[in-house]
C-alpha cells in the first residue's frame, strides 16, 4: 500500500470542528425550504412556456396569481389615455378581471412611483404569459450585467440568483433583484466612478425605499458629482414618463397611489403579504404595538440607521465590501416598507462576506435562508423578525470594517 493510500482514511476521518461543520449541516437541514421555492418557480415558468406555446388554451394568468398581475397591466396601460387611472383601484381591479382573470383580488393595485411605469413597458408588446418570461429574464440579465460591472464575482452572483430572496422575486415578479443589484454596484462604483453612480442611485428612483441611504453615503464621502448625476436622471426618468402618460399621472399618484401605499402599510398584522415583511414598522405591528408606536420606533430605527451609515462612510475603511454590506444591511431598517423580495441584495453581500473570508458561519446560513424561514415563523408566532436577522448582519458588516480578523467584542463572539 502507498503511502499516499494510507493517507487517505486519515484525511477521512480527520476531526472537523463543530464551528466549521454546524453551518454545512443546517443548510442540508434547511434545503427542502430552498427546493420548495426552487420547484415552485419552475412550475411557473413551466406555466409561462405553455402559455406561449401551441397548448396556450390550458393555462392562464390565474395559474400563475403573482404581482405581474399589477405590472402587465400597467405597462399596457401607461401609453393610454388611461394611464392616470392606474392608481385607482376599483377602476384597475375592474380592468384586470376584464382583461385577465374574473375576480382578481382587491389587494393587487399599483402604487409605485410614477417612474416605474417605464420599467413595466418592456411587457407592452407582449402577452401575459411571453411577458412574464420578457420580465423574468429583463430584470434578472440585467441585475446581473450591474453586479459584474461592480466586480463581483461569479460565483457570488449565482449565490445571489439562486437565493431564496431571489427565487421568491423571480417566482411573484417584483423587482428586488434588479434593484439590489442597482444599489451594490452604485456603491461599489461611489470612488472609481462617480457619476456613474449618480447615474444608478438616481435610476432608484424607480422604487425608492431600495436605496435610501445612498444620499447619506456620499454626503459622508463628500462626493458631490454623483448627486448631480443622481438628480439629473430623476429628473430625465420623471420626464420621459410624464411625456409618454401626461401630467395627470403625477396627480393621480399624489392623491390614489399614497393613499393606498399608505393603506397597505397601517393594515393590522398580517392582512397581505406581511408574513413576508422585512419592516421595523411590521414587527411592531405584530408584536401588538399601535400605529403611533410602530412609527416611532420605525423612526428611531432609521435615524440610527442613519447615523451609522454617515460614521461608517466618514471614516477610513479597509474592508469596502463590508461596507457596502453594512449599508445594504441598514438600508432596509429605514423603510417603513419592505418585503422579503428585497433582501436580494442582502443575500448576494452575505455570501460574498464569507466567500472573501473563506469560511461559512451560522449566522450567513440564517441569513440567506431567513426569506424562507420568515413566512413560517411569522404565522406560527406572530412575530415579525426581518429586522432582527438584518440588524445581525450590520453588526457582522461593521465588525468587518477593519478587515478580517478584527477581535470581536465580548457581547459579540467572533464564531457567529
Given at each position: 500500500?502507498?503511502?499516499?493510500?494510507?493517507?487517505?482514511?486519515?484525511?477521512?476521518?480527520?476531526?472537523?470542528?463543530?464551528?466549521?461543520?454546524?453551518?454545512?449541516?443546517?443548510?442540508?437541514?434547511?434545503?427542502?425550504?430552498?427546493?420548495?421555492?426552487?420547484?415552485?418557480?419552475?412550475?411557473?415558468?413551466?406555466?409561462?412556456?405553455?402559455?406561449?406555446?401551441?397548448?396556450?388554451?390550458?393555462?392562464?394568468?390565474?395559474?400563475?396569481?403573482?404581482?405581474?398581475?399589477?405590472?402587465?397591466?400597467?405597462?399596457?396601460?401607461?401609453?393610454?389615455?388611461?394611464?392616470?387611472?392606474?392608481?385607482?383601484?376599483?377602476?384597475?381591479?375592474?380592468?384586470?378581471?376584464?382583461?385577465?382573470?374574473?375576480?382578481?383580488?382587491?389587494?393587487?393595485?399599483?402604487?409605485?412611483?410614477?417612474?416605474?411605469?417605464?420599467?413595466?413597458?418592456?411587457?407592452?408588446?407582449?402577452?401575459?404569459?411571453?411577458?412574464?418570461?420578457?420580465?423574468?429574464l429583463s430584470l434578472t440579465g440585467t441585475g446581473i450585467a450591474?453586479?459584474?460591472?461592480?466586480?463581483?464575482?461569479?460565483?457570488?452572483?449565482?449565490?445571489?440568483?439562486?437565493?431564496?430572496?431571489?427565487?421568491?422575486?423571480?417566482?411573484?415578479?417584483?423587482?428586488?433583484?434588479?434593484?439590489?443589484?442597482?444599489?451594490?454596484?452604485?456603491?461599489?462604483?461611489?470612488?472609481?466612478?462617480?457619476?456613474?453612480?449618480?447615474?444608478?442611485?438616481?435610476?432608484?428612483?424607480?422604487?425608492?425605499?431600495?436605496?435610501?441611504?445612498?444620499?447619506?453615503?456620499?454626503?459622508?464621502?463628500?462626493?458631490?458629482?454623483?448627486?448631480?448625476?443622481?438628480?439629473?436622471?430623476?429628473?430625465?426618468?420623471?420626464?420621459?414618463?410624464?411625456?409618454?402618460?401626461?401630467?395627470?399621472?403625477?396627480?393621480?399618484?399624489?392623491?390614489?397611489?399614497?393613499?393606498?401605499?399608505?393603506?397597505?402599510?397601517?393594515?393590522?398584522?398580517?392582512?397581505?403579504?406581511?408574513?413576508?415583511?422585512?419592516?421595523?414598522?411590521?414587527?411592531?405591528?405584530?408584536?401588538?404595538?399601535?400605529?403611533?408606536?410602530?412609527?416611532?420606533?420605525?423612526?428611531?430605527?432609521?435615524?440610527?440607521?442613519?447615523?451609522?451609515?454617515?460614521?461608517?462612510?466618514?471614516?477610513?475603511?479597509?474592508?469596502?465590501?463590508?461596507?457596502?454590506?453594512?449599508?445594504?444591511?441598514?438600508?432596509?431598517?429605514?423603510?417603513?416598507?419592505?418585503?422579503?423580495?428585497?433582501?436580494?441584495g442582502v443575500s448576494i453581500m452575505v455570501?460574498?462576506?464569507?466567500?472573501?473570508?473563506?469560511?461559512?458561519?451560522?449566522?450567513?446560513?440564517?441569513?440567506?435562508?431567513?426569506?424562507?424561514?420568515?413566512?413560517?415563523?411569522?404565522?406560527?408566532?406572530?412575530?415579525?423578525?426581518?429586522?432582527?436577522?438584518?440588524?445581525?448582519?450590520?453588526?457582522?458588516?461593521?465588525?468587518?470594517?477593519?478587515?478580517?480578523?478584527?477581535?470581536?467584542?465580548?457581547?459579540?463572539?467572533?464564531?457567529?
Amino acid at each position: 500500500m502507498s503511502a499516499s493510500t494510507r493517507r487517505l482514511p486519515d484525511a477521512l476521518t480527520r476531526h472537523i470542528s463543530p464551528k466549521i461543520a454546524f453551518p454545512w449541516v443546517l443548510l442540508g437541514i434547511l434545503s427542502p425550504l430552498w427546493l420548495n421555492y426552487a420547484r415552485s418557480l419552475i412550475n411557473a415558468l413551466i406555466i409561462a412556456l405553455i402559455g406561449v406555446s401551441p397548448w396556450h388554451g390550458s393555462v392562464s394568468p390565474a395559474d400563475l396569481g403573482n404581482d405581474f398581475l399589477v405590472f402587465w397591466p400597467v405597462g399596457h396601460l401607461a401609453t393610454t389615455t388611461d394611464a392616470a387611472r392606474i392608481y385607482d383601484p376599483p377602476w384597475f381591479s375592474a380592468w384586470q378581471s376584464s382583461h385577465l382573470m374574473p375576480h382578481t383580488p382587491s389587494y393587487l393595485q399599483f402604487f409605485y412611483p410614477p417612474p416605474t411605469l417605464l420599467l413595466t413597458l418592456v411587457t407592452a408588446p407582449f402577452g401575459f404569459m411571453g411577458g412574464f418570461l420578457i420580465w423574468t429574464l429583463s430584470l434578472t440579465g440585467t441585475g446581473i450585467a450591474l453586479l459584474r460591472r461592480a466586480r463581483v464575482p461569479w460565483i457570488i452572483i449565482a449565490a445571489g440568483v439562486l437565493s431564496t430572496a431571489n427565487l421568491f422575486n423571480m417566482l411573484v415578479g417584483q423587482l428586488g433583484f434588479l434593484t439590489g443589484a442597482m444599489f451594490i454596484t452604485g456603491l461599489a462604483s461611489v470612488e472609481t466612478a462617480p457619476a456613474t453612480s449618480g447615474f444608478i442611485f438616481g435610476a432608484l428612483v424607480l422604487k425608492p425605499q431600495a436605496g435610501l441611504l445612498a444620499p447619506i453615503a456620499l454626503l459622508a464621502r463628500r462626493e458631490y458629482r454623483p448627486i448631480v448625476t443622481g438628480t439629473i436622471m430623476i429628473a430625465c426618468l420623471c420626464a420621459a414618463i410624464t411625456l409618454i402618460s401626461g401630467w395627470s399621472i403625477w396627480g393621480a399618484f399624489l392623491l390614489e397611489g399614497m393613499k393606498t401605499s399608505h393603506q397597505i402599510l397601517v393594515a393590522p398584522f398580517p392582512t397581505t403579504y406581511e408574513q413576508k415583511g422585512a419592516s421595523v414598522f411590521w414587527m411592531v405591528r405584530s408584536l401588538g404595538g399601535s400605529v403611533g408606536v410602530a412609527g416611532v420606533i420605525q423612526t428611531i430605527s432609521a435615524a440610527g440607521a442613519i447615523a451609522i451609515c454617515f460614521h461608517a462612510w466618514r471614516r477610513p475603511v479597509t474592508d469596502r465590501t463590508a461596507l457596502i454590506a453594512l449599508t445594504v444591511m441598514l438600508t432596509l431598517l429605514v423603510t417603513p416598507y419592505g418585503y422579503t423580495t428585497d433582501l436580494c441584495g442582502v443575500s448576494i453581500m452575505v455570501v460574498w462576506l464569507a466567500w472573501e473570508q473563506r469560511r461559512l458561519e451560522f449566522a450567513d446560513v440564517l441569513i440567506w435562508m431567513w426569506p424562507a424561514l420568515c413566512p413560517i415563523i411569522a404565522t406560527s408566532l406572530h412575530m415579525e423578525l426581518t429586522p432582527l436577522i438584518l440588524l445581525l448582519g450590520a453588526i457582522r458588516a461593521y465588525h468587518r470594517l477593519d478587515g478580517i480578523g478584527t477581535t470581536a467584542p465580548a457581547c459579540y463572539p467572533a464564531s457567529v
